[in-house]
């Protein structure tokens, strides 16, 4: 089993919709990121957070520490969100990034 | 640019030759990482350096793989005697500082390189 496992693997949405990405991980962490990456390779760094909420436009990361999840919401989603979506936690232990394998999403106009 | 910069971004060779994967980190950032994302795969970490201090090879996946930083710079990863599953695309990211419990900072990555052994 995965340490950190996302769900759902594969996600279609129209234009428009309200998008939820599911991260649940069963290691101690100290941090967690949320990363995107783009059809052409390049990962970009959108959350790092280890409580709480955080909101960057369109995009909000939510973490229970204590149910070790964490979701990515994306509202009002728009073709430019097509990517692959990765959950990634700093190990408390390792002091390293656990990732799971990614959400790929295409959003349609 | 000001990111972190990976060369080349795509390398096509023969099993059985050695190769040599470049990571320019962001000015000032004192933490390097190389993973690996092998097709349908996550992400793997490979190696971390961090400052002067001996690096963490603990990811690497065989004595072929080995992973200099020069002047506390760029990086260079070698892979000697390639074998195709080391087919993948190998990201090179960067820090201020170690993502330790007494850091709070994000990794920046690179567009990474694209290797594709025949």
Not at chain 1, 61 to 83: G, V, W, Y
Request: net charge neutral; aromatic share 8%; charged share 15%.
């Amino acid at each position: 089993k995965n340490e950190v496992e996302q769900s759902p693997q594969n996600l279609t949405a129209q234009e428009g919709e309200f998008i939820t990405i599911n991260c649940s991980y069963s290691v101690g962490i100290s941090a967690l990121h949320w990363l995107q990456q783009h059809p052409g390779g390049g990962i970009v760094s959108l959350f790092m957070l280890s409580s709480g909420k955080k909101k960057h436009g369109r995009l909000i990361a939510t973490i229970n520490i204590q149910e070790k999840h964490s979701s990515l919401h994306i509202t009002a989603s728009h073709p430019r969100d097509s990517a692959v979506y990765i959950c990634a936690v700093l190990s408390y232990n390792t002091d390293k990034l656990i990732f799971g394998t990614g959400t790929r999403l295409q959003v349609f106009p | 640019g000001a990111g972190v910069s990976q060369s080349p971004s795509n390398k096509v060779t023969e099993k059985g030759k050695d190769v040599e994967l470049r990571c320019d980190p962001i000015s000032g950032h004192t933490a390097l990482y190389w993973y690996r994302q092998s097709l349908g795969q996550g992400l793997e970490f490979l190696i971390y350096f961090q400052g002067n201090s001996a690096p963490d090879k603990s990811g690497l996946p065989s004595d072929r793989f080995s992973a200099e930083r020069t002047g506390g710079s760029v990086s260079t990863l070698t892979i000697q005697r390639t074998q195709q599953e080391d087919s993948a695309v190998y990201l090179c990211a960067s820090s201020l500082e170690g993502s330790g419990l007494r850091s709070n900072q994000p990794q920046h990555f690179g567009d990474g390189t694209r290797l594709s052994i025949l």
